[in-house]
C-alpha cells in the first residue's frame, strides 16, 4: 500500500520469506477508525479509563496440513485445534464486547514460519484488526523448549518478535514517519566460534527490549516480559514500568504477561512468572496496586486453563489448555 506504512523490509535473520510492515497512526479513542491497507479496516482504542475484556490463549498448537510438526501436539486431533483455535478468535475477538486478545507464547510451536502462517490466514481480517499482546515462550526461541536442546537453526525468536509485531521497548525511539526499524536487528542468531566457523550448540538470544513492553487499554494497565533474561538484566525496566503506570490516570488493575510459570526450559526461578510477580510486586509503582488486589499475572508453560497456580490465589490465572499435553482442557478464557 503506497504511502502508508513507516517501514517496509523483509524479516531479518529468520523466517525471511515474510515481510514486516509497520507505522504509527494517530485515531481517536472510543471510535473506530478506518484505514485501508489493501482491504478496508476499522480500529478502535478504547477510551482510557473504559472498562474493557481481552481473550487469553498460550501454548496453542495444532496438526499442520503444512505437514511441519516439530512438536507433538497430543490433542490436536481430539479439539480439531486447526480448526477450532482460529474459529474461536474469530468469534470472540472482532465482536464490539472484545477489546483485545493475547497470545503467552509457544505460539504454534514453530521454527521456520508456515505453521504460523497457515494459522493465521484463517483469522479473520477483524480479529486481525483488534489490538493483539503477546509474549515469548521457551519455543519460540529453542524448538525443542530448552538452550540444552537448542540449534543454530532454531528461530530464537527472531521470527517471533517479526511476525508477532509488538510495540516493543526497542521502538521507543522510533516516531511516527520514521524508516528505522522498530527491533533491535544487532544480534546475529546464528553463534560462530573464535575462527568464524558456525557452531553445533544453540542460537543467540536477540535484544533483551525486543521483548518488553508496556502499556494501557481502557482501565488496564499491561506489561509483556521474556522469562530468557536475567533479572538483574530486566530490572531496568521492571522499575520504569512500574513507574510508568503509577502516573496514568484512569488506571484500575494492572495484568502481567509471560509465558514460564515454573523455572527451567531457559528461565530462571526469579524470571518465571508466579517470583517475577512477586518481585514486580514489591516495586515503587506496582505495589500500590498489589495492596489493593489489582496486580495480576497471565502465564501459560504447563498446558492447563486454572485460576489460581502456584499458591497466587486471585492474582495469577494459567490459560495454556489450547492442545499440548497436560491437563488435557481445552477453551477460551476471557
Not at 506489561?223 to 533479572?231: D, E, I, L
Not at 504477561?257 to 509503582?285: N, R
Request: overall charge negative; aromatic content about 12%; some cysteine.
Amino acid at each position: 500500500v503506497a504511502n502508508f506504512f513507516d517501514y517496509s523490509a523483509q524479516f531479518v535473520h529468520r523466517w525471511t520469506q515474510f515481510y514486516l510492515h509497520t507505522a504509527i497512526k494517530t485515531v481517536q479513542p472510543g471510535v473506530d477508525t478506518s484505514f485501508h491497507v489493501g482491504a478496508d479496516i476499522a480500529v478502535r482504542l478504547p477510551a482510557q479509563g473504559a472498562g474493557v475484556a481481552g481473550l487469553l490463549i498460550a501454548d496453542p498448537c495444532v496438526h499442520s496440513p503444512t505437514g511441519k510438526e516439530w512438536i507433538s501436539c497430543q490433542f490436536a486431533a481430539r479439539f480439531n485445534t486447526i480448526e477450532r483455535i482460529p474459529a474461536l478468535i474469530n468469534a470472540f475477538a472482532p465482536g464490539p464486547d472484545t477489546d483485545f486478545w493475547t497470545i503467552s507464547g509457544d505460539n504454534f510451536y514453530d521454527r521456520t514460519g508456515e505453521i504460523s502462517a497457515d494459522v493465521f490466514k484463517r483469522v479473520s481480517l477483524a480479529a486481525k484488526s483488534k489490538i493483539f499482546a503477546s509474549v515469548p515462550g521457551n519455543h519460540d526461541y529453542w524448538v525443542l523448549g530448552s538452550p540444552g536442546a537448542g540449534s543454530t537453526v532454531d528461530q530464537c525468536a527472531n521470527g517471533f518478535m517479526q511476525f508477532y509485531g509488538q510495540d516493543t521497548k526497542a521502538a521507543e525511539h522510533v516516531m511516527a514517519g520514521s524508516s528505522l526499524p522498530p527491533f533491535d536487528f544487532s544480534i546475529n542468531p546464528s553463534l560462530h566460534d573464535t575462527d568464524g566457523n558456525m557452531t553445533l550448540s544453540s542460537c543467540n538470544l536477540p535484544a533483551l527490549p525486543n521483548f518488553f513492553w508496556y502499556n494501557q487499554i481502557g482501565n488496564v494497565g499491561l506489561v509483556g516480559q521474556s522469562g530468557a533474561y536475567s533479572q538483574k538484566m530486566t530490572m531496568p525496566f521492571m522499575v520504569e514500568a512500574c513507574d510508568w503506570l503509577s502516573q496514568q490516570s484512569d488506571l484500575d488493575v494492572v495484568v502481567l504477561f509471560g509465558h514460564w510459570d515454573i523455572a527451567g526450559s531457559g528461565a530462571s526461578p526469579e524470571m518465571a512468572m508466579p517470583q517475577w510477580y512477586t518481585e514486580m510486586a514489591a516495586l515503587p509503582g506496582c505495589s500500590e496496586f498489589d495492596q489493593r488486589g489489582m496486580l495480576k499475572f497471565v502465564m501459560g508453560h504447563t498446558h492447563c486453563n486454572d485460576p489460581h497456580p502456584h499458591g497466587k490465589v486471585g492474582a495469577g490465572f494459567r490459560v495454556a489448555g489450547f492442545g499440548m499435553e497436560g491437563c488435557g482442557n481445552f477453551g477460551m478464557p476471557i
